[in-house]
């Protein structure tokens, strides 16, 4: 099952759930104000008085056919309809007390068990899960898929990174150079902040060691005017820099194929 599909499902349960439990509730807040209702009508037929005593208060009390209620209960007069009135005394917790819950907990029960199942497989996903994008653009081994638009590792694991994160690395991807000035990344992630330059920064410097971590890639500043998104440069015990290549092979620059050989060799006695 996809993750949206299962959000939608723990969606469900939590409305089915909250209406259960409502449902429920509103039936037994129904049924308490009816028992009153009655109780009062059969003690106005007996009391013929207007002052309530503690013999009408008894009498009421018998009357109730939810014997929760008994006691719970008060007696009002209308002055200007020298009528009885009665209102609950019971908290609206008491009320929810006497409806029948147990539909409405099993499905929070199984609600809870769901979330915890997605948090679960969400934790999981990125070390377990191993992606083979069939479809992308590869890039100092780190691979854009244009299936589903993530960005995978050389060894398939998916990249995690912030929605934010995530719309940089494709801007760069897309980029003919790997390249982007400032104006160019403000404009596209903040169009309405009038000056974003320190939220870029702060973003830059989160996503370079997540980029540093997964490729072979490095995001450098041109001048502070843009970024540029490049390969790693490695040095040497010689001294000389080379390339990383996207197959994990060096590439030496300026030492001909005979002296790395030989460089080579003496580094691996040592």
């Known amino acids: 099952m996809k993750q949206q ?3 939608i499902v723990l969606f469900v349960l939590i409305v089915v ?3 259960t439990s409502f449902g429920s509730y509103k039936m037994t807040d129904s049924r308490v104000s009816n028992d009153m209702k009655q ?3 059969l003690t106005m037929a007996e009391q013929q008085s207007n002052v309530i005593s503690q013999d009408t208060i008894r009498k009421f009390n018998s009357h109730l056919q939810i014997a929760e209620l008994r006691g719970k209960v008060t007696l009002a007069v209308d ?7 009665a209102y609950a005394k ?3 917790a008491t009320v929810f007390s006497l409806s029948d819950q147990r539909p409405a907990t099993l499905l929070w029960a199984l609600t809870g068990c769901w979330a915890m199942f997605l948090c679960y497989r969400r934790r999981l996903t990125p070390s377990s899960e191993i992606h083979c994008p069939q479809k992308g653009e590869s890039f100092g081994g780190l ?3 244009e299936t589903d638009c993530r960005f995978y590792a050389a060894d398939g694991n998916l990249v995690q990174l912030t929605p934010m994160q995530h719309q940089l690395m494709e801007m760069f991807f897309r980029s003919p150079n790997h390249t982007l000035t400032k104006t160019e990344i403000c404009d596209a992630l903040w169009p309405k902040k009038p000056d974003a330059n320190d939220t870029l920064y702060t973003l830059v410097r989160r996503l370079k060691p997540v980029v540093e971590r997964y490729s072979k890639l490095k995001i450098e500043s041109d001048r502070s005017k ?3 998104l490049t390969i790693k440069k490695i040095e040497n015990r010689q001294g000389n820099v080379g390339v990383m290549s996207d197959n994990c092979q060096e590439e030496s620059l300026g030492v001909s194929p005979s002296l790395h050989t030989f460089a080579a060799k003496n580094a691996s006695k040592v």
Request: with cysteine; charged share 15%.
């Open 5 to 7: 599909h299962a959000v």
């Open 17 to 19: 759930s909250g209406l």
């Open 39 to 41: 109780a009062l009508a």
């Open 79 to 85: 002055a200007r309809g020298q009528q009885f009135k």
């Open 90 to 92: 019971c908290s609206e």
């Open 143 to 145: 691979t854009y898929s």
């Open 226 to 228: 843009a970024y540029r």
